[in-house]
């Protein structure tokens, strides 16, 4: 046991009171931030800028009190590194060209090592300013997720560019897939070196892909990324986070070899512990709406979770980030009913 209770809980112990973060935890929702991104100028002048960073990742950590901070930054600062050129939009979010066949073949997974420095030196000033009992998060995407972004140039509502393209270019689609696994071992290797107890893999579109595609540009590279980076590092704890996976959770959790499972919130609570939770840690799931719309509604949400997980290992968290709406008032009321159910 260590002092930092979600590192135990990723060890497969069960917190009295499990540890919480949120994702999203640093964002919009928080006046500070939306001082330091004005100071910034641009989104990835932000994430590039080790000591906005870092003052960003402490920042919820200072208000909330919460077991862990997870590093600011964002998935696509990799396909940014490896050789495609990224910008956020105001308003209108990510835009990159979108990648061809050709170019895949031009990308250079190593550069992640070179190009991402500041990301590792904002790591070691985090980890260096947390409290002790405070566990440090990296992360990177899922290639299937961080391709969608490649291919299409732009989030889409079901990522059919990257679908439609994975079927009509499957050679080069694993290619990218390939390149993307490579690039996302090298990173969060060097986040865990430079200080990160663990790290977590978000993959949020693994919700739209039929079996096939599911197996292949989802759970398999997710399984390769877990596999590289413990060669590496032995023993580094790793979050898994397929938002949408629903019942091919259990096959997930079985053939990545992961730590903890992240769950939306459209998975079933006692379907989760019976079936998940006696083989992984379980993350999750409130809906990230009720921390705008609040009420009793919150409250009876957050003692659903925590009367069906508390006896596992658990770490409360939402089923996906905190929007820009969210409620500051209502975080610290989400904190104080979690940590104060079992008394």
Known sequence: MTNRRLLNVLNGQTETIPPIWLMRQAGRYLPEYRAIRAEAGSFLSLCYNPDFATEV???????????????????????????????FVHGEGPKLDPISVEEINDLVPAMVLSKL??????????????????????????????????????????????????????????????KLVEASVLYLVKQLESGADAVQIFDSWAGVLDDDLYVKASRDPIARIVKGVREKIPGAKIIGFPKGAGLRLPDFVKETKVDAIGLDWTVPLDWARDN???????????DPTLLVSGGDQLDASIDRIMQAWSSGPFIFNLGHGISPQGDIDLVHRLINRVRSYAS
């Open 57 to 87: 990742t402490l920042q919820p950590i200072r208000r909330f009190g919460f077991d862990a901070a997870i590093l600011f930054s964002d998935i696509l600062v990799v396909p940014d590194a490896i050789g495609r050129s990224v910008q």
């Open 276 to 286: 998940l939770q006696s083989h992984v840690a379980l993350q999750g799931n409130l």
């Open 117 to 178: 420095s500041p990301v590792y030196e904002a790591v070691e000033k985090i980890r260096d300013k947390l409290p002790d009992e405070t566990t440090l998060l990296g992360f990177c995407g899922a290639p299937w997720t961080v391709a969608t972004y490649m291919i299409a140039g732009q989030g889409t509502p079901d990522q059919a560019p990257a679908r439609l393209f994975a079927r009509k270019e499957p050679e080069a689609f694993y290619m990218l897939i390939d």
